[in-house]
């Protein structure tokens, strides 16, 4: 158990993942017996904020560590939560003598965000490198990794005025046909929950009619689309066919320059259900094998083969979809160094346009955290090989990163990153990680975004993830989103 002193405990929000990062899970208490103990000091000293760590165990003192930095009162508040996460970081890699992190204090989703505005203040990539490492703690090739991604960004990120303007649309589907090992998105078994696909679908149609309608009378234009889910591909020809039919004369324009969908399962890609998605103007399809070992494949629940990948891409490839991008997951149960690289091989044969690396990360509502003593998980160092691998093969079919996110509790604390070839930077993922633009929301468990183009600032809304509450709530969340689009642009 670790200790924490008043102030700490106050800060416990702030600090907690800092700790776990040093000694993963440990309990945080104020009362009783404790291994070590944590005092935290905070404060303001003429023009300097400051704070500092002491770290104790049997009423020793172990390590102190102090930092400041000059006081700007607008940015007040978020930089002493910034000073006491670096302080309480350095105090316990003093003691342990270790750093766990290539990220430093930097634990939250969006990383680049912090090189934005940085960016918009007109700073160099040097500057901001280096402060990334003296303010944040971050290895130099992460801060240069997220500097450079950011750089690569900024022609797409849009202006106030063009923000005020365009939105991009994401729409859940929650099915899939089966529910794999590590998945916590909203999903459902869509053989054990075929009863509800069409008042899902029904309340989907009406939804996307009626935020369509309300989009065209606030002149408004969809710059981007993404269905994905669930695997949205996992409906039958008819129902996706009508689903493709009401996005297009309800959302999708001449002004759209992006229609992803997520074609995730390849078993649930036929020549059928691809022509249908080429008939109606997808540009960019995701085929996500995860691994390309036989024996992962079936640990995690896919239920398809290797086969079945080659020949989904095979017939994607006669339709000419303008990008296929496929996923890889880092760290699957039981995989190693040469899992990865066999599947990085298999990978680079089909030649996508887009390579999106994830690291395993055990998510509270998975089947994996729940069954974790079955399934051996890659050590830190082997999952840094796996991920380097990787980056190596995505670098040979000349793709660079384009966006990038990090979630909590990703083996070897790595982080997700989206390669591209030039020209197939896709332009939802970034606007949805950077969070410059709208993004509404439609189907089960879609989040909708609603951006202040003159802040940056934005409110997160949220359907039901569950299908059957989304349909009886649907009136409901038609009039919340209403409400936000009469106040765009």
């Given at each position: 158990?670790?200790?924490?002193?008043?102030?700490?405990?106050?800060?416990?929000?702030?600090?907690?993942?800092?700790?776990?990062?040093?000694?993963?899970?440990?309990?945080?208490v104020?009362?009783?017996?404790?291994?070590?103990?944590?005092?935290?000091?905070?404060?303001?000293q003429?023009?300097?904020?400051?704070?500092?760590?002491?770290?104790?165990?049997?009423?020793?003192?172990?390590?102190?560590?102090?930092?400041?930095?000059?006081?700007?009162?607008?940015e007040?508040?978020?930089?002493?939560?910034?000073?006491?996460?670096?302080?309480?970081?350095?105090?316990?890699?003093?003691?342990?003598?270790?750093?766990?992190?290539?990220?430093?204090?930097?634990?939250?989703?969006?990383?680049?965000?912090?090189?934005?505005?940085?960016?918009?203040?007109?700073?160099?990539?040097?500057?901001?490198?280096?402060?990334?490492?003296?303010?944040y703690?971050?290895?130099?090739?992460?801060?240069?990794l997220?500097?450079?991604?950011?750089?690569?960004?900024?022609?797409?990120?849009?202006?106030?005025?063009?923000?005020?303007?365009?939105?991009?649309?994401?729409?859940?589907?929650?099915?899939?046909?089966t529910?794999?090992?590590?998945?916590?998105?909203?999903?459902?078994?869509?053989n054990?929950?075929?009863?509800?696909?069409?008042?899902?679908?029904?309340?989907?149609?009406?939804?996307?009619?009626?935020?369509?309608?309300?989009?065209?009378?606030?002149?408004?234009?969809?710059?981007?689309?993404y269905?994905?889910?669930?695997?949205?591909?996992?409906?039958?020809?008819?129902?996706?066919?009508?689903?493709?039919?009401?996005?297009n004369?309800?959302?999708?324009?001449?002004?759209t320059?992006?229609?992803?969908?997520?074609?995730?399962r390849?078993?649930?890609?036929?020549?059928?259900?691809?022509?249908?998605?080429?008939?109606?103007?997808v540009?960019?399809?995701?085929?996500?094998?995860?691994?390309?070992?036989?024996?992962?494949?079936?640990?995690?629940?896919?239920?398809?083969?290797?086969?079945?990948?080659?020949?989904?891409?095979?017939?994607?490839?006669?339709?000419?979809?303008?990008?296929?991008?496929?996923?890889?997951?880092?760290?699957?149960?039981?995989?190693?160094r040469?899992?990865?690289?066999?599947?990085?091989?298999?990978?680079?044969?089909?030649?996508?346009?887009?390579?999106?690396?994830?690291?395993?990360a055990?998510?509270?509502?998975s089947?994996?955290?729940?069954?974790?003593?079955?399934?051996?998980?890659?050590?830190?160092?082997?999952?840094?090989?796996?991920?380097?691998?990787?980056?190596?093969?995505?670098?040979?079919?000349?793709?660079?990163?384009?966006?990038?996110?990090r979630?909590?509790?990703?083996v070897g604390?790595?982080?997700?990153?989206?390669?591209?070839?030039?020209?197939?930077?896709?332009?939802?993922?970034?606007?949805?990680?950077?969070?410059?633009?709208?993004?509404?929301?439609?189907?089960?468990?879609?989040?909708?975004?609603?951006?202040?183009?003159?802040?940056?600032?934005?409110?997160?809304?949220?359907?039901?993830?569950?299908?059957?509450?989304?349909?009886?709530?649907?009136?409901?969340?038609?009039?919340?989103?209403?409400?936000?689009?009469?106040?765009?642009?």
């Amino acid at each position: 158990m670790i200790g924490l002193s008043p102030l700490a405990e106050e800060y416990k929000g702030t600090i907690q993942d800092i700790i776990w990062l040093f000694y993963p899970g440990a309990q945080l208490v104020t009362d009783g017996e404790k291994d070590l103990f944590i005092q935290l000091s905070l404060g303001e000293q003429g023009r300097l904020l400051w704070a500092e760590a002491q770290l104790y165990a049997a009423g020793s003192a172990l390590a102190q560590r102090e930092v400041g930095e000059p006081l700007q009162p607008a940015e007040a508040p978020n930089e002493q939560k910034r000073l006491a996460r670096l302080a309480v970081y350095q105090v316990l890699a003093s003691f342990t003598g270790k750093s766990p992190s290539p990220w430093g204090i930097m634990t939250g989703i969006r990383p680049t965000k912090v090189v934005h505005r940085l960016m918009d203040l007109g700073w160099s990539r040097e500057q901001i490198a280096d402060y990334l490492q003296e303010k944040y703690a971050l290895l130099s090739a992460k801060a240069s990794l997220i500097t450079s991604i950011a750089a690569s960004q900024r022609p797409f990120l849009l202006s106030p005025e063009q923000a005020a303007k365009m939105v991009a649309i994401y729409i859940g589907i929650p099915f899939c046909p089966t529910r794999c090992l590590y998945c916590s998105f909203p999903s459902y078994s869509i053989n054990k929950h075929r009863a509800m696909v069409v008042p899902f679908l029904q309340a989907l149609l009406e939804e996307i009619r009626v935020v369509g309608e309300a989009l065209r009378s606030r002149g408004l234009i969809v710059q981007s689309l993404y269905l994905g889910g669930g695997t949205p591909t996992s409906l039958t020809g008819s129902q996706l066919k009508q689903l493709l039919q009401a996005i297009n004369l309800h959302l999708r324009s001449e002004a759209t320059v992006e229609y992803t969908v997520e074609g995730g399962r390849p078993d649930t890609l036929n020549e059928e259900i691809l022509g249908l998605l080429h008939q109606y103007g997808v540009s960019r399809l995701s085929i996500n094998p995860q691994s390309m070992n036989q024996k992962t494949l079936e640990a995690i629940g896919r239920s398809h083969s290797v086969e079945d990948i080659y020949q989904a891409v095979e017939v994607a490839r006669r339709f000419s979809f303008h990008t296929i991008n496929m996923d890889v997951i880092i760290g699957l149960p039981g995989e190693t160094r040469e899992d990865v690289a066999h599947t990085m091989r298999c990978l680079a044969t089909l030649q996508p346009e887009n390579l999106t690396v994830h690291a395993l990360a055990l998510k509270r509502a998975s089947h994996l955290k729940q069954r974790l003593a079955e399934f051996p998980l890659a050590q830190a160092n082997e999952a840094t090989a796996m991920w380097q691998e990787a980056a190596r093969v995505a670098d040979e079919l000349g793709m660079t990163p384009y966006y990038m996110y990090r979630q909590k509790q990703m083996v070897g604390n790595l982080e997700n990153i989206g390669y591209a070839l030039p020209g197939h930077q896709c332009i939802y993922n970034i606007q949805m990680i950077e969070e410059r633009q709208t993004i509404i929301g439609l189907g089960v468990g879609a989040g909708s975004k609603w951006v202040d183009p003159r802040t940056w600032t934005l409110v997160n809304e949220y359907n039901a993830k569950e299908p059957r509450q989304y349909v009886d709530r649907l009136e409901q969340y038609l009039e919340r989103k209403i409400k936000h689009i009469e106040n765009l642009g």
